[in-house]
């Protein structure tokens, strides 16, 4: 997908520091991220569709196997988005480590993606709804059939963010986080440094001003051998 706008001037962070541990029968050698899909490594998609958006900058949050991504990412050269790599020194969640990688960034607005999922969505137009409604953060939205995995996302008709219900199993499905949002530095700056925090318990339930982006898009967790399985298929369609 694309728009006639674009990403100039917001700096992305993608988390790419979890350990994998449900993904080890399939990728045993190598951190979620660096996953191989159709030859090439899931964490190359992600920064293609930030470069198709017009995305300068990208943060890599590490952590275990941390070594691998920082040698990818330093073969792509000056291929955009250009990166940035920061380790953190114990596991911090993904709050923790939003915080470190966002000290790295320096736009006003900062793109934050999972590392282990890809949203076949319209970065542009998800930029320009969370500009035109003021948001202190917005969360893209798509639409699961399997609620056991996934965190539910409630909202208003104006498209106010009302909470969140983790893994409410048995409710049928319903609209989850996509694994991007966008966020404003003045919260960014607020995250307690040096602590272990979870973006999606800890930070965004509690944080003022959201919003969430309905959007018609797929999205895919590489998280499980199950979806992993699925991704190159996926992928081949969504980046077609």
């Known amino acids: 997908m694309t728009s006639a706008a674009n990403l100039d001037g917001v700096d992305a962070v993608i988390l790419a520091g979890g350990a ?21 490594p899931f964490l190359s998609y ?20 941390h070594a691998r991504i920082e040698a990818y990412a330093a073969s792509r050269g000056q291929a955009p988005p250009l990166l940035r790599t920061i380790v953190e020194p114990e596991p911090r969640g993904t709050g923790g480590a939003l915080a470190g990688a966002a000290a790295l960034t320096a736009s006003s607005t900062v793109l934050v993606m999972n590392g282990d999922t890809y949203a076949d969505v319209d970065l542009a137009a998800f930029l320009a709804s ?8 917005s969360v893209a939205t798509a639409v699961v059939d399997d609620d056991s995995r996934y965190g539910l996302v409630r909202s208003d008709a104006a498209g106010r963010l009302l909470g969140f219900d983790e893994k409410p199993a048995g409710s049928g499905g319903g609209r989850a986080s996509a694994g991007i949002c966008l966020v404003e530095r003045s919260l960014l700056e607020a995250i307690p440094a040096g602590r272990a925090l979870s973006l999606e318990r800890d930070l965004l339930p509690r944080w003022p001003g959201g919003y969430a982006w309905d959007t018609n898009g797929h999205f895919l967790d590489i998280g499980t051998p199950e979806s992993y399985a699925r991704a190159e298929d ?3 369609r969504a980046t077609a």
């Open 46 to 65: 992600l920064l293609d569709q930030l470069s198709r958006f017009g995305a300068r900058c990208a943060v890599l949050a590490l952590g275990r196997g």
């Open 20 to 40: 994998g541990t449900r993904l080890r029968d399939a990728v045993p050698d190598r951190p979620k991220a660096m996953a191989l899909v159709g030859g090439r």
């Open 130 to 137: 969370h500009r035109s409604r003021g948001a202190a953060f």
């Open 234 to 236: 996926f992928l081949r």
